[in-house]
């Protein structure tokens, strides 16, 4: 397995880290507001004692305010009990997922998120950006870095419905691959810029202008 992540992002007012956990490598990212002291986690998928230690990298008591899953599969919230019980933080997920996570981890969801939503932690600000169709409720989070002589850059932390090379898993269902397409084209590449990070629930981090030359042969490949 590999270990937690030293390497600490400024995004502004904003700390960015992350872990690898579980057999699925899935990527955890914390948010941490320094000066607030308050922090939130992304996708807890599994080995609860180095989501521990991550936290406690962003802060020293390793507090934690609020967990975001992205969805409701089980690689992003197998250490979701045991964070809750740990942290007492409150967990807010996709309003068509959340019955699903509850089911799944014994967690109730204190907050659904709908298209359109503001998670605020501090510093820490996330547009709500529903993506549907590798999930009915998978949502990506935008984050927006102040930058001192251009416009703010945009982070999205997107789980699984975008990825390097693609968008996520729609099983093979022609009508969850157009809605899950659609949704990528509308909702963030016809918005955001090139600049844009993409920061997916495996593997490594891309940015909008790298894929969006892709665009066309994801639709005609349908996947």
Do not use: K
Not at 103 to 120: K, Y
């Amino acid at each position: 397995m590999c270990c937690v992540e030293q390497t600490t992002e400024t995004l502004g007012p904003v700390q960015l880290r992350s872990a690898v956990v579980g057999p699925m490598a899935t990527n955890a990212y914390l948010l941490t507001d320094p000066v607030a002291r308050r922090q939130l986690l992304v996708d807890p998928g599994d080995e609860p004692d180095r989501l521990t230690e991550l936290l406690r990298l962003g802060l020293p008591r390793g507090g934690l305010d609020v967990v975001v899953v992205t969805h409701r599969h089980s690689d992003h919230l197998g250490a979701l009990a045991a964070v809750v019980e740990r942290t007492r933080a409150a967990v807010v997920a996709g309003e068509a997922d959340a019955d699903a996570i509850t089911q799944a981890t014994g967690v109730p969801v204190r907050t659904v998120l709908r298209h359109g939503d503001v998670v605020e932690v501090g510093a820490v600000r996330l547009e709500v950006i529903a993506l549907r169709g590798h999930t009915p409720g998978s949502v990506a989070l935008a984050l927006l870095e102040p930058m001192r002589d251009e416009p703010p850059r945009t982070h999205l932390f997107t789980g699984d419905a975008l990825f390097p090379g693609g968008v996520g898993s729609t099983g093979g269902d022609p009508s969850r691959f157009a809605q899950l397409y659609s949704d990528v084209v509308v909702r963030v590449f016809d918005r955001f810029d090139d600049r844009t990070t993409v920061r997916p629930g495996h593997g490594l981090a891309t940015t909008l202008g790298d894929e969006r030359p892709q665009l066309r042969a994801w639709r005609e490949r349908r996947w």
